[in-house]
């Protein structure tokens, strides 16, 4: 079976996002019954508004910087932070003053798991998968200390 290679970025993002956005492009990367990776790229001024789904979904940022909801919860997020948006909680993300780039991993619902019997599990030290019983999770977003020094005001943005 040869190696199969997925392109994304630039030249190859739908010029309108997904639903419901203003000014981002993207790509879905794989999609199925498991759940879906994407890609989106975030102009200045862009958004995702407000909206919940029955997934489990990470919102991985690769470039730049912006914002993000999590219910009534709002914060700054920059390259290299990984937001967990959880299943039927209303979430949102958006720019401002600079662009951003990010990865979004939603997988399978709950009720997709549980019905296909699949559960969480975590690595033993002797390597295999050992599978634990699947609860239900609440989120929120993290506490994150924000250190005046490091922000660059002139972009409006984190670092």
């Known amino acids: 079976m040869p190696i199969e290679v997925l392109r994304f970025g630039v030249g190859h993002r739908r010029p309108d996002g997904p639903p419901g956005t203003t000014g ?19 102009a200045r001024g862009a958004r995702i508004e407000p909206h919940s789904n029955p997934n489990t979904t ?29 299943p039927h909680i209303d979430h949102a993300a958006w720019t401002e003053h600079s662009e951003m780039r990010a990865f979004v991993v939603e997988f399978a619902g709950w009720d997709e798991v549980e019905r296909r019997g699949v559960l969480p599990g975590h690595v033993r030290p002797d390597g295999l998968v050992e599978a634990s019983a699947a609860v239900r999770g609440e989120g929120g977003l993290a506490p994150r200390p924000i250190d005046p020094a490091t922000v660059d005001r002139s972009s409006g943005e984190p670092l």
């Open 24 to 42: 981002i492009a993207g790509r879905v990367i794989h999609g199925d019954e498991r759940g879906v990776v994407s890609e989106l790229a975030f």
């Open 58 to 86: 990470y919102f991985i940022v690769i470039e730049g910087g912006g914002w993000v909801a999590v219910g009534e919860e709002r914060v700054r997020v920059a390259a290299g932070e990984a937001v967990v948006w959880p």
